[in-house]
């Protein structure tokens, strides 16, 4: 064969192999399989949270992925004696002070820095709460901005 | 369009729907409902739940304050008092309003101002109500307009203050669970009623059997549960959680601490708009039209029509709307939209009022306390 045979027949094999390798498009079934297997994995529930903060158009304080999930708010768990209330310090303060009158689901579904927690013990406490002593108090205010904090915990 | 091949296919696929939590050991609790609290009780109805034209009573949220009270047997002898800024002060029975004054029935909206609340950011206390703090039943009971003009409304009348047998939380009995009020003009409009019955039947102790007020449009904490007493007054009402409900003089900032002396009452409510079908999470064949349908309703402006998009708000077609069956209940909605190609979509409905304002995309202006969010409901379809 010539010279220029050669680079023909090379030029038709890099075609041929690249072909091979080349993406394809997928086929109609196997993107209505696609389709499907997204809708297997849905989480359940569109996400309705803000995902722009126009006061932070940076970002630097958007919210947590999950902030608001579902799971944070379906902690409340009816079976255990403390309503699913994470176990860490002021735990027992909490259930005491806040179940007295109204269930711990309400407490659960709350997320606010210490100020507004501070502001919501002052409000309890005209609503017939016992006044908490100021020691408590103060561990009444960490234990819910901690775990129920306008951030949530990581997890 | 119950038989139509879009609802059979849309059923095998069935909605994944978040639950806050169950309440069903609750002596009065709806099976199906999401709680949102088990004491007191409140609990919100699923959109997809909503679909009827009269919301079922089995459905209708639940939204209590305080102790939920004891309801006696024989219902006939509940009293009610109308006293303060009237010339002949009455104490009626259930059985002579029932006796004594014209009936009507009326399909009325009754929504939570909360309603929305867990979307705002940052959070606002209170219930973290999604959107199914909304019902619409067919009410019956008397004008509440009827009862005063029988009382003799004084010139120095200007609000109502109203009350009813729930015992504050505490137990205490120095404290009232909830009273609230609203200007005379309001009281005397001819849909705010005193209803006893509930789409026909009684309605269930959880949405105030025997006896509540319905005053449509306006926030359903004006619909005092378990009425026992109208007290007119000569001042705007100062009755427990008059101060609550809320809204800023002005449009803050997320965040801001308004002070209360910038607080204003809230009065009519939002335009505002629900899917009820499809389901959220539903599966549906591709190939043809897709149905969606639900309901629009306003507060004192009425509903001029609602758009649907299936493309993030991109296009937006016009729905169909049929008429009020009266003034202040929900009208029914209805598009059918073509999905292009398999994938996912989000259904966005969105209402207009007859003042041009519509529902917006995300919450609207942040407040204190979470109120009158009024954002555009969206359910998640697969086009498969």
């Known amino acids: ?155 | 369009m119950s038989g139509s091949p879009t609802r059979r296919a849309l059923l095998a696929g069935g909605a994944a729907l978040p639950l806050v939590g169950t309440a069903e050991a609750q002596e009065g609790a709806k099976a199906g409902l999401a709680a949102l609290g088990d004491r007191p009780l409140v609990q919100e109805t699923p959109p997809h739940l909503l679909d009827e034209e009269a919301t079922p009573a089995a459905r209708f949220f639940v939204r209590n304050n305080g102790q939920v009270p004891e309801i006696p047997a024989a219902v006939e002898g509940w009293r009610l008092r109308i006293d303060g800024e009237v010339e002949r002060p009455l104490d009626l029975t259930l059985a002579q309003l029932k006796r004594d004054f014209e009936s009507a029935t009326l399909r009325l909206v009754i929504e939570c101002a909360g309603n929305g609340r867990r979307f705002f950011r940052p959070a606002a206390s209170g219930n973290q109500w999604t959107f199914g703090g909304v019902g619409c039943a067919d009410w019956t009971g008397v004008r509440l307009r009827d009862v005063l003009q029988r009382a003799g409304v004084k010139r120095s009348a200007v609000y109502t203050g109203h009350y009813g047998a729930d015992a504050h939380l505490s137990g205490d009995p120095q404290k009232t669970a909830i009273s609230r009020g609203v200007p005379i003009a309001k009281a005397l409009e001819a849909h705010t009623l005193i209803a006893w019955a509930m789409n026909g039947a009684d309605m269930p102790v959880m949405n105030g059997h025997p006896l509540r007020l319905i005053v449509p449009g306006w926030p359903g904490s004006c619909s005092q549960k378990w009425l026992t007493r109208i007290w007119v007054r000569d001042r705007e009402h100062d009755g427990e959680k008059m101060a609550q409900y809320r809204m800023p003089a002005y449009p803050v900032a997320p965040g801001t601490e308004v002070p209360e002396s910038d607080m204003e009452i809230i009065e009519s409510m939002p335009v505002k708009s629900l899917i009820t079908f499809p389901p959220t999470g539903a599966r549906v064949r591709f190939g043809g039209a897709l149905d969606v349908r639900g309901h629009a309703w306003s507060g004192d402006v009425e509903v001029a029509h609602v758009d649907v998009s299936i493309d993030f708000g991109a296009t937006w077609t016009r729905a169909s709307l049929a008429p009020a069956a009266n003034r202040y209940a929900w009208r029914r909605f209805r598009a059918s939209v073509r999905p292009p190609e398999q994938g996912y979509y989000e259904i966005w409905a969105r209402a207009t009022d007859a003042q041009g304002r519509a529902q917006p995309a995300s919450p609207p202006g942040w407040n204190p306390h979470g109120y009158c969010n009024n954002q555009q409901h969206r359910v998640a379809v697969f086009v498969t």
């Not at chain 1, 309890?124 to 775990?147: D, F, K």
């Open chain 1, 1 to 155: 064969m010539k010279r220029g045979d050669w680079i023909a027949l090379a030029c038709a094999g890099l075609v041929v192999g690249a072909l091979a390798f080349w993406p394809q498009d997928a086929t109609r079934e196997e993107r209505a399989e696609r389709v499907v297997a997204m809708a297997d994995k849905w989480a359940g529930e569109i996400a309705f949270e803000p995902s722009y903060d126009a006061l932070a158009p940076s970002g630097e304080a958007l919210p947590a992925a999950s902030a608001f999930s579902p799971a944070a708010v379906s902690s409340f768990d009816p079976s255990d004696p403390y309503s699913g209330l994470p176990r860490n310090d002021g735990y027992e303060l909490v259930a005491g002070y806040c179940s007295g009158c109204h269930s711990l689901q309400i407490v659960m579904q709350q997320r606010h820095d210490a100020r507004t927690w501070d502001g919501l013990l002052t409000f309890m406490v005209s609503q017939g709460m016992p006044a908490p002593e100021a020691a408590e108090r103060a561990n009444l205010i960490s234990y819910l901005s901690r775990n129920f904090g306008a951030q949530p915990p990581a997890p």
